[in-house]
């Protein structure tokens, strides 16, 4: 008779450890979860940190200008460079704004950025800037043989510039 009451009182009232995890138990498991972004959020401001050191501590232009290179040469190795610099800014910025859109778990964890729903419009916005930044310039050589040049040099300008402000502005807190 005692088996069958213990029994019966055991499935009426579950034990702790038979039941759902009380909010101590909860809390253990929101901060696992919580150090696992915090990792992950480390890792790609780490990625976006020497993204932006590698691009900044290039030398642009270094072999570009050379006198003893033609017009077109000189070109082709402008652009190669600007390249470079746009491809590190995709990268930079893809990982950042991959670090921005980590959802913060219900557990305080100091470090932890506000997920950043404007990024993307703003990158966006960016874009259009220096666009329109850089044919302004164009504009005002008239169709000069610099032109081209000059709309190359202002674009590698402008974005080497956003990434050291981006950097400040998201990587240094």
Request: a neutral charge.
């Amino acid at each position: 008779m005692s088996t069958l009451f213990v029994l019966l009182l055991l499935a009426l009232h579950p034990l702790p450890v038979q039941g759902t995890p009380t909010p101590s138990q909860n809390n253990v498991l929101t901060s696992g979860t919580a150090y696992k972004q915090l990792d992950r959020l480390n890792a790609l401001q780490s990625r976006a940190r020497q993204i932006l050191k590698s691009e900044l501590s290039r030398r642009i232009d270094h072999e570009c200008g050379d006198a003893n290179l033609s017009n077109a040469e000189s070109g082709k190795c402008l652009n190669a460079d600007a390249a470079i610099t746009e491809r590190n800014h995709r990268l930079f910025t893809r990982a950042l704004e991959a670090s921005l859109t980590i959802e913060p778990p219900d557990v305080a964890v100091s470090g932890l950025p506000l997920p950043s729903r404007n990024f993307t419009a703003a990158e966006a916005a960016w874009h259009s800037y220096v666009g329109k930044t850089c044919a302004a310039l164009g504009d005002t050589e008239y169709g000069a043989s610099g032109t081209p040049t000059d709309m190359v040099r202002c674009q590698q300008y402008l974005t080497r510039q956003h990434m050291k402000d981006l950097g400040e502005l998201f990587l240094n807190h």
